[in-house]
């Protein structure tokens, strides 16, 4: 998981239901590249983060709920990535569909392990169920579906189980809590770290060995 270029790695994004309304996103950057997973219409996909009119960055914040829909001349964008709405196209760009796709948004790679969301800037490479092994991603399938209630925030303690992949730490506590600490990748402001602390839906719910 960590050779190779971070244009080539998986990185945990979010959970799935960060991303399960509609309009629902949430961005990152992998060195100088923003990236931005988004619901459209019921389709979850990823970009990059950059409108290919005039290349400013579509979503500014971490985390939101808004078309994909450019702030700089209102582009917006379906969820092939295609441009569809674009202001004053008659008169100022009179492009037909060919010349739409050719416009269309730069696709990120977008995986799920369980309700875990990993992303990537490559378009192509291992799956993420290679980079990770059989065993690894059949066991974060298995704790991201057993504990899937947020609550309080928690910080692990030392007797606690501690499984690292990629940007990601899962601190699992014996009576029964998960906390996810997902690290900013490489080039990413802090503001792209995110924690989550998950619990059991019941109370007598049974840890996956």
Not at 42 to 56: D, L
Not at 133 to 148: M, N, Q, V, Y
Not at 182 to 194: K, L
């Amino acid at each position: 998981m960590q050779n190779g270029s971070p244009e080539n790695r998986w990185f945990h994004l979010c959970m799935a239901d960060d991303l399960a309304s509609p309009n629902a996103f949430v961005t990152t950057r992998v060195g100088v590249v923003p990236l931005v997973a988004q619901n459209i219409k019921g389709r979850v996909v990823a970009f990059r983060n950059v409108c290919t009119h005039r290349f400013a960055v579509i979503h500014g914040e971490p985390a939101g709920c808004g078309p994909l829909r450019c702030p700089y001349h209102g582009w917006s964008f379906d969820a092939d990535g295609v441009p569809v709405g674009l202001p004053f196209n008659p008169t100022d760009f009179q492009l037909e569909a060919e010349g739409r796709r050719r416009l269309a948004l730069h696709p990120a790679s977008l995986a799920r392990c369980g309700r875990l969301v990993f992303i990537r800037v490559a378009a192509d490479g291992p799956s993420l169920e290679e980079e990770l092994g059989a065993a690894l991603f059949a066991r974060l399938a298995a704790l991201s579906e057993t504990f899937p209630r947020r609550g309080d925030a928690l910080e692990p303690a030392e007797d606690w189980e501690h499984i690292k992949v990629a940007n990601l730490r899962l601190h699992l506590s014996p009576d029964g809590v998960l906390v996810l600490h997902s690290a900013a990748p490489p080039g990413a402001d802090q503001c792209f770290s995110r924690a989550i602390t998950l619990y059991p839906a019941t109370a007598d719910a049974e840890l996956p060995a």
